[in-house]
């Protein structure tokens, strides 16, 4: 089943919010916390835990995240279940990997320099992180290499 990566980034919001509602998030956050089918009852008394928000909210932002593919849904009787499609790590990298692209489609050499000044500035541990991730992929292109040299 192939989710949609919301196709707006939101600058000013902060986490999920740059990509998801706050609401849409905040379902999302309580989905994968609970770590097992959820239902809107479930979600609900969560969130209304903590503000106040109407029962047909919950269900309807739930409805909306199936349809975009990021919760599966069934129903039991009248009770509808859901469970997410992909995990939070796996959609968090999804949503920056779109960023990225973009940013370096477009921005290529501007992209990478603010990275590397803002990766500079903040530890010498990331960037070492950073220069065994480049020699691993150059291992990667070189066996890749020798391989289509070997078969060609």
């Not at 989905?31 to 479930?42: H, T």
């Not at 279940?81 to 990298?93: A, S």
Request: glycine share 4%; charged share 30%; net charge neutral.
């Amino acid at each position: 089943m192939k989710y949609r990566i919301p196709a707006e980034f939101r600058l000013g919001m902060r986490g999920l919010d740059k990509v998801l509602g706050k609401l849409e998030s905040e379902i999302m956050e309580v989905v994968w916390r609970k770590g097992c089918q959820v239902s809107i009852r479930d979600v609900y008394e969560e969130i209304q835990a903590n503000r106040k928000i109407a029962y047909t909210t919950v269900m309807t932002v739930m409805s909306r995240l199936a349809a975009k593919k990021l919760l599966q849904k069934w129903s039991v009787g009248n009770t509808h279940y859901f469970l997410p499609t992909i995990t939070r790590e796996e959609f968090t990298r999804s949503v920056v990997g779109k960023v990225m692209d973009s940013l370096l489609d477009d921005f290529a050499d501007v992209t990478l320099a603010h990275f590397i000044q803002r990766v500079q500035k903040d530890d010498r541990e990331t960037i070492h992180r950073l220069e065994t991730i480049l020699a691993a992929h150059k291992e990667e292109e070189l066996q890749k290499d020798d391989n289509d040299d070997a078969t060609g």
